[in-house]
């Protein structure tokens, strides 16, 4: 069975920082296909923001390089986005996703909200 928790989520001022952390319960890190970070601000669309998979490597949300980086402790099974630098429009529900292979489905968490103040 497969579980992800997120927490970390706030309220900060723009310009500030956050750390979001994801743990995933199942499948190994460092084992499954892929894994990422999705954000859905009101009336607007799933995006992606951060993911990682085994056959492409890490890929970042135009909207976020250089301001978040995605990375993950394999003995805590967790994952993480540190995210700097943060802008108003980065204010959005935060979700972890975890495909553990290539032929699953996508596993979500419950989400954190991150609000950020101009």
């Known amino acids: 069975q497969v579980q992800l928790v997120e927490s970390g989520g706030g309220l900060v001022q723009a310009g500030g920082s956050l750390r979001l952390s994801c743990v995933v319960s199942?499948?190994?890190?460092?084992?499954?296909?892929?894994v990422g970070w999705y954000r859905q601000a009101p009336g607007k669309e799933r995006e992606l923001v951060a993911s990682?998979?085994?056959?492409?490597?890490?890929n970042y949300a135009d909207s976020v390089k250089g301001r978040f980086t995605l990375s993950r402790d394999d003995g805590k099974n967790t994952l993480y986005l540190q995210m700097n630098s943060l802008k108003p429009e980065d204010t959005a529900s935060y979700y972890c996703?975890?495909?553990?292979?290539?032929?699953?489905?996508?596993?979500w968490g419950q989400g954190t909200q991150v609000t950020i103040s101009s």
């Open positions: 990682s998979a085994s056959n492409i490597g890490t």
């Open positions: 996703a975890c495909r553990p292979y290539p032929w699953s489905r996508d596993y």
């Open positions: 199942g499948p190994r890190l460092h084992t499954v296909s892929r």
